[in-house]
């Protein structure tokens, strides 16, 4: 019994210090500029360590305080490096987890996160009602305990899930709301995510011009903050608009922008869409050649991440092989 109470003491100690290590390459990304790089080469450094301080907190979450406390907490402390390196399965296991280790405690405003998170999860996975379902959940927590920070960021995923569903009045309704209140509690990256999803559901309202404002805007807080994530959506977005304005070397440069910074973190979601992009910008110019080949390169990387997106892209692809511009 000693050598086995020893060893359940090294497991625990273990996981105790990789969530720190973890922690440390998350608060290291979020400074920005420079310190976007290190923080990831120590995540990808330490990962399978941490992976195996995770799993022991999950597995003993229901006997263990210090594991419950850390399988609620492991998520959190790793939430921008995790979000350029997890899968959504892989990401909803570890949610899972935390949300039953936030609910043993009864640590509410974790709850909440983790719903939220659930959430967006299940969104990237395409299930949008299910990820409806958990955002407000979310919202009812956030607004239940007075956290400002959690009711916009529920307030913000609505808004995404209604704009993938089709009603951009609706999701620009839940966006204004996000916007005054980020502004309002001074979050500058909040702001500037609110000011891209709404430039998304101008564009799709047809109201590009406007969309681009927008984008703009959002681009000017991703540097101002270093955010080189948001910097890449960002210029993806502005890309999307100007391919539908029709100037497509613009486009192109914008693609590009985005390409660079997602290579250069491992955004691989980034990197689809960017190269996808770039595909649409040759098909474009009538170099259906170049198209398909940037096309395929895209939609390896989609299928690889799950993306509800693949299909759609697959039939696009069928299609220009069967053009008789293609040769």
């Not at 969309?211 to 910097?231: H, N, P, S, T």
């Not at 070397?249 to 997602?262: G, M, P, V």
């Amino acid at each position: 019994m000693p050598k086995l109470r020893e060893f359940r003491d090294k497991q625990r100690l273990h996981a105790e210090y990789f969530e720190n290590v973890l922690r440390s390459a998350n608060d290291l990304y979020e400074q920005g500029g420079k310190n976007v790089m290190q923080g990831l080469a120590i995540f990808d450094l330490e990962w399978p360590n941490i992976a195996i301080g995770q799993a022991w907190a999950m597995e003993h979450i229901e006997t263990d305080d210090v594991a419950a406390k850390l399988s609620n907490e492991y998520p959190d402390a790793g939430s921008f490096c995790l979000q350029l390196r997890q899968n959504s399965r892989e990401r909803i296991h570890w949610l899972e987890s935390a949300l039953a280790g936030a609910r043993r405690l009864n640590h509410r405003r974790a709850e909440s996160a983790h719903l939220g998170n659930l959430g967006i999860s299940y969104k990237n996975l395409g299930d949008v009602s299910r990820a409806i379902d958990f955002y407000q959940q979310a919202l009812v927590i956030a607004r239940e305990i007075g956290d400002r920070n959690g009711e916009g960021q529920a307030l913000g995923n609505l808004g995404i899930a209604y704009s993938i569903l089709g009603e951009a009045s609706r999701a620009i309704e839940f966006y204004e709301q996000c916007l005054t209140l980020h502004r309002e509690i001074g979050d500058r990256r909040g702001e500037g995510a609110d000011l891209g999803h709404l430039g998304i559901a101008y564009k799709n309202l047809g109201d590009t011009r406007r969309a681009i404002e927008f984008y703009e805007q959002r681009l000017v807080i991703a540097r101002e903050m270093g955010d080189k994530w948001g910097e890449g959506s960002a210029s993806g977005n502005l890309g999307s608009a100007y391919i539908s304005l029709g100037e497509v070397r613009r486009a192109t440069e914008f693609y590009e922008q985005q390409l660079s910074i997602a290579r250069e973190i491992g955004d691989r979601h980034g990197e689809g869409n960017a190269i996808w992009g770039i595909a649409l910008c040759f098909e474009k110019e009538n170099d259906l050649t170049q198209a398909i080949l940037h096309a395929q390169v895209a939609l390896e990387i989609f299928i690889a991440v799950e993306s509800p997106s693949a299909k759609k892209m697959q039939n696009l692809l069928s299609e220009w092989r069967k053009s008789p511009l293609e040769k």
